[in-house]
């Protein structure tokens, strides 16, 4: 297990940028795959981004260029940095993790964060 805490959230105009932070406990950060998902108001929980313990990347197809995930282990962190944000990009994003091989569906990852609001303004 391990906790996870997000931060960066805020309110950005329309074309703005973001760095999400999600910041994991424990010492065995290296071995999980993390991934970041959104649930904007009334809608499910959806992919944004997952990365591996490897650092192999994947996102959801309509966010590709615009955000970017990263890690460092060192620090045992995991970013989302989001460009030319658009007002269909408000939700909360929260910061997941599980063990070994990544997946993109949100059932597979049974460690979560609290999330962080991101409001974009048109």
């Known amino acids: 297990q391990v906790q996870l805490v997000e931060s960066g959230g805020g309110l950005v105009q329309a074309g703005g940028s973001l760095r999400l932070s999600c910041a994991a406990s424990?010492?065995?950060?290296?071995?999980?795959?993390m991934g970041w998902f959104r649930q904007g108001p009334g809608k499910e929980r959806e992919l944004v981004a997952v990365?591996?313990?490897?650092?192999?990347?994947y996102y959801a197809d309509s966010l590709k260029g615009r955000f970017t995930i990263s890690r460092d282990n060192a620090k045992n962190t995991v970013y989302l940095q989001m460009n030319s944000l658009k007002p269909e990009d408000t939700a909360v994003y929260y910061c997941g993790a599980r063990r070994g091989l990544f997946g993109a569906s949100s059932s597979l990852y049974d460690n979560w964060g609290q999330g962080t609001q991101v409001t974009v303004s048109s």
């Open positions: 990365i591996s313990y490897g650092g192999t990347t």
């Open positions: 424990g010492r065995t950060f290296s071995s999980y795959s």
